[in-house]
């Protein structure tokens, strides 16, 4: 990271024109920066990254004090926050959860669960509802009743330490009150603000020139990474509790009684809430907070339902990244009109040509938007979308903002229907259509700058190689200057120094000659001026963090190669299955040919089917592929087999087959709850089989588990192996 002291030395050659001209440059890039990160909560560069603009800007003016202008970035306490925050681990994964849009989704819900558990007709199971509010999530680690720790979700596995700003937060206590609390207990809840508090907050920013937050969101959000716990105190950041992670005793029998012991430790708790029995009672619910939405003093966007018993719960633990026993319900989506200016077409790293569509800034929902996504030329025809149409738009929660229709109304005279290109418009060659599909492709492969700097781009991203200062600009420089053409490359950087600062270089002289082009328009002469020594900080922090990004593990490494269909849930299971990259390499070559083991392996991991399967042994099937990985290894990349998950289970890595009908516990909840010990559950025996559990009538797979020799087990001694 610049340090303020290298931002002073390295401002001490310029002349006065040159700061000036830079200051302007500068601060044009910071208030673009400060507007999509508080207006439209998307962040066009890291928070490092604004951190050494602000320092370059700030040691200008220490040198020049005359260039300060009452506008400058520099001026604004609620800048984005500054990296610096230590990250920490979950002991316990912070996941999300399900959405449900429709009465019919809330239905399937409940009867899902109640199919999960095998419940009789007559059956019925609480649930308990609670309203959602749109904040940030934090977990707070309480030892012996004290605070010890605070942390933002993150990416679910590991957060960032926010404990000094969360001390500051009124409804945290610092000590829980009673004296009944376990050793250590995680208390989970959502950071948000309240719409009042909020709106006069914004309206003292804009007395005082600051920029404003679009929505109570990014106000909470912003508020709490703050690198200066002061600031945090000063702003009117609220916390409620509704589940927990970690902890040394048993919280309680309901999820009810857990909240209830949650107040009486001096925890705020999301009310109204009410305990229901069916889906009907969940939807009345629903309706009756939606009607009293614009009462309540906070904003939500839903309202979440979770089955009250704990035990159940249990039961029904995960799938993916979400419980089955809760889910979302969220409100409709926010709705505005706008106009297309233009339609432009982007080319994604599988050579996909997506359309956007760019659009007349608007406000949905407390954010601007500007783009919306069309999908494909499908989409754009059956909705007959055009350039200078004014449409509707819609926005729900993170969901990228897509056009819901046409206001035909008001349809120009001259419009014409979108004719979608048959040419890539980055490398010209043909994009196809294949048989089937509603992409359009680009063929260019390897020669399409576009896939190439998206797949590096992937490769480089936060759920990949995750490689901290190789941003777009640094990809594009690097790609168009012959540097990097496949990922191997990136890890060959070191080797090419010079020529990186030489690009470097080059590329901030042109931004000076643009700067100078700028000021001549402008009317004004720029005096000829000594030059700095150029100053590679940026230069050496990227190359470290390359260097330090070569054992990441194995599943970024799979995620980050790109393979269609494989994201990063599917890249978690295959390092999980496969457990090092010659294995994974290994099996997924003997995959190709389908009569293998290998194959029939691959499509029995829960969450891995026949679509995902062919494109991976399509990947590995293609030379080119299996070039880049070998380049990667040559270049000292070696990825690290995750750590495994409950490995203390007996039964964690054994191959486990079900059958007959089981008396505890329907199928599905004995596959999940095997799984989440570590077991692979199978669907037929073969001597690989290390189990086979057999309830009643148990036929053709008994008697083949016994030709086998393989252990047979009854429901009970299941039970008793796993401890349940
Ligand atoms: S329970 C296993 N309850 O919504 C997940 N979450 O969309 C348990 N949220 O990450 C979460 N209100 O930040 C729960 N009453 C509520 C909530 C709530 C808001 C947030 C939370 C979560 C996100 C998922």
């Known amino acids: 990271m610049t340090t303020r002291e290298d931002a002073a030395a390295a401002v001490a050659a310029l002349s006065f024109a040159e700061a000036e001209a830079e200051i302007a440059a500068l601060s044009a890039r ?36 005359e260039l300060e202008r009452d506008d400058s970035p520099t001026k604004k306490v609620g800048a984005a926050p500054s990296q610096g925050f230590r990250k920490v681990r979950h002991a316990v994964p912070m996941l999300s959860l399900g959405n449900a849009f429709s009465a019919e989704d809330v239905t399937d819900f409940v009867d899902r ?60 206590p610092n000590k829980l009150q009673g004296s009944d609390w376990p050793d250590i207990v995680e208390i989970r809840g959502e950071i948000y603000m309240e719409r009042a508090a909020f709106a006069a907050m914004n309206a003292k920013r804009e007395a005082a020139g600051l920029p404003l937050f679009a929505n ?26 509704y589940t927990w992670g970690r902890h040394s005793e048993k919280l309680g029998d309901t999820q009810t009684a857990v909240r209830q012991q949650f107040a009486k430790w001096g925890l705020p708790l999301n009310q109204p809430t009410a305990n229901v029995g069916d889906a009907e009672g969940l939807i009345a619910f629903y309706n009756a907070i939606q009607g009293k939405r614009p009462d309540l003093p906070f904003d939500i966007d839903g309202v979440v339902y979770k089955v009250d018993r704990l035990d159940l ?32 077409i982007q080319v994604g790293r599988t050579g996909a040509l997506t359309p956007v569509a760019r659009l007349t800034p608007v406000t949905v929902g407390g954010v601007v938007v500007s783009n919306a996504t069309l999908h494909n030329e499908d989409e754009i025809r059956r909705k007959d979308i055009r350039v200078g149409d ?129 000021k001549a328009e402008a009317g004004k002469v720029a005096k000829a001026t000594k030059k700095a020594p150029p100053e590679f900080k ?63 392996e691959l499509l029995s991991i829960d969450g891995i089917g026949t679509v995902v399967a062919e494109a991976i042994t399509d990947f590995f099937g ?3 592929n299996r070039a880049v990985i070998d380049a990667l290894k040559a270049a000292g990349v070696d990825p690290q087999p995750l750590e495994r998950q409950e490995t203390d289970s007996p039964v964690a890595g054994k191959t486990v087959v079900f059958t007959g009908s089981l008396e505890t516990m329907t199928r599905p909840e004995a596959k999940a709850r095997a799984e989440s010990l570590g077991a692979k559950v199978a669907g037929s025996v073969s001597k690989k089989t290390d189990f086979v559990v057999a309830g009643e009538d148990s036929g053709s797979k008994l008697k083949a588990a016994r030709e086998l020799g393989v252990t047979v087990l009854t429901e009970a001694e299941w039970l008793e192996l796993i401890q349940a």
């Open 313 to 344: 719960q249990d039961r029904l633990g995960f799938v993916s990244r979400a419980p089955r026993w809760a889910i979302a319900h969220k409100f409709p989506a926010e709705q505005a009109r706008t106009t297309v200016e233009k339609i432009e």
């Open 30 to 65: 910071m208030r673009e920066a400060d507007t999509a990160y508080y207006q439209q909560d998307a962040p066009i560069i890291s928070d490092a990254d604004f951190d050494s603009l602000r320092l370059r800007v700030e040691a200008i003016i220490a040198r020049f004090p």
């Open 538 to 600: 940026d230069v050496a922090n990227l190359l470290a963090a390359i260097d330090s990004r070569r054992n990441v593990g194995l599943d970024r490494f799979i995620y980050g190669l790109g393979m269609r269909h494989v994201g990063e849930t599917t890249g978690r299971l295959l390092a999980r299955s496969y457990g090092t990259l010659d294995h994974f390499i290994e099996e997924m070559e003997k995959a190709a040919h389908r009569e293998t083991h290998a194959w029939a």
């Open 390 to 518: 004014t449409v509707v738009i819609q926005r729900a929660g993170d969901v990228i903002p897509q056009v819901v229709s046409v206001a035909l109304e008001k349809r120009p005279a001259d419009s014409a229907p979108y004719v979608f290109p048959d040419k890539c418009p980055i490398c010209g060659s043909n994009a196809v259509r294949d048989e089937g599909e509603v992409v359009r492709r680009c063929t260019g492969g390897l020669i399409c700058a576009a896939q190439a700097t998206e797949r590096l781009r992937h490769f480089v991203s936060r759920g990949a190689f995750d490689i901290e200062g190789m941003g777009d600009e640094n990809i594009k420089l690097f790609y168009e200057g012959g540097l990097i053409k496949s990922p191997a490359d990136i890890f060959r950087l070191k080797e090419h120094e010079d020529e990186v600062k030489r690009l470097v270089v080059q590329r901030r002289e042109q931004q000076s000659v643009a700067r100078q082009a700028a």
């Open 113 to 172: 669960i109640r199919r999960f558990l095998g419940l009789n007709a007559d059956a019925t199971v609480a649930f308990v509802a609670e309203p959602k509010i749109d904040g940030l999530s934090c977990a707070l680690t309480y030892e012996k009743g004290e605070l010890t720790l605070a942390a933002t979700r993150g990416d679910g596995e590991e957060g960032e330490d926010v404990t000094a700003n969360a001390r500051q937060v009124g409804d945290i």
């Open 216 to 241: 109570p969101r990014n106000a909470a959000a912003g508020s709490l990474r703050q690198l200066d716990a002061r600031i945090t105190a000063e702003r009117p950041v609220r916390f409620f509790a």
């Open 622 to 624: 293609e030379e080119h």
